[in-house]
């Protein structure tokens, strides 16, 4: 009896296409650390899992970090995760692709007011505003054609207008654009599910004070947050590349 083969996918249709890279000619020695094959061999998917012009035996190699893997692994890896547009080397954790997320359907704006911020004297501020009406979940919300609220819209956020903080909203933009700054669930705060929550991007929407912990001074947020968007895929290193 030969190893054990992986368990049958589903091939849903919704979502966008994984960023598969181009197939790789010339065989390499290494194992593929998804499906545990050689790469000289074909995928362990092979039989388990079809898509549409990717056969068992191609072999790709990732375009930054230079991992190769089958490219039916690299489709049967991102059919099992969140489908988000994005795929990660499961060797080096290098995003490739864009992530997208459920943030439903709203306004973002932002400009300057003459004012600074605690621990920013002498720099004016940044306000954005987000938007959110409520409406109708989608097919990719929890709970698809059931009613959100969205509540305390319109939301207001403050950066320094520093360079740094100039880089962050540039930031904020991009992943405003790909979904991903809000997402509909429960809220920590209230409880209530089905409603319109924060993404893991940490805002500041205090001006003036820090009575909740999400005003300044905070010395360390700006930093905290460019690590956040990273985490999202959404750097300037990541548009360059
Ligand atoms: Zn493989
Ligand atoms: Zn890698």
């Known amino acids: 009896c030969g190893p054990s083969r992986p368990s049958p996918l589903q091939m849903g249709n919704q979502g966008p ?61 991102y059919s099992n995760g969140n489908k988000d547009g994005s795929l990660q080397c499961p060797t080096c954790k290098a995003i490739y692709g864009e992530k997208t997320g459920t943030q439903p359907p709203g306004k973002m704006e932002f400009h300057l ?81 089905d409603t319109v929550v924060w993404n893991e991007i940490h805002h500041k929407t205090e001006f003036g004070s820090n009575l909740t912990g999400h005003g300044y001074p905070d010395a360390s947020y700006l930093d905290n947050v460019l690590a956040e968007l990273t985490a999202q895929g959404v750097s300037e290193a990541a548009a360059k590349a």
């Open 113 to 193: 007011i003459p004012h600074s911020l605690p621990g920013f004297a002498d720099t004016q501020t940044i306000r954005i505003v987000y938007d959110i009406p409520t409406g109708i979940q989608g097919p990719e919300h929890p709970n698809p054609g059931k009613k959100f609220t969205a509540r305390g819209f319109p939301r207001h956020c403050y950066l320094p207008n520093n360079e740094k903080g100039r880089k962050v909203l540039r930031l904020l933009i991009t992943a405003w654009e790909r979904r991903l700054i809000f997402t509909i669930g429960t809220s920590n705060t209230t409880g209530e599910s």
């Open 17 to 77: 296409a994984p960023p598969l890279p181009r197939a790789h000619s010339l065989p390499a020695p290494q194992d593929c650390t998804i499906c545990m094959e050689r790469l000289v061999t074909a995928s362990g998917y092979e039989g388990v899992l079809r898509h549409r012009g990717v056969r068992p035996e191609l072999v790709g190699r990732l375009g930054r970090c230079g991992h190769m893997y089958h490219l039916l692994c690299l489709v049967a890896m």
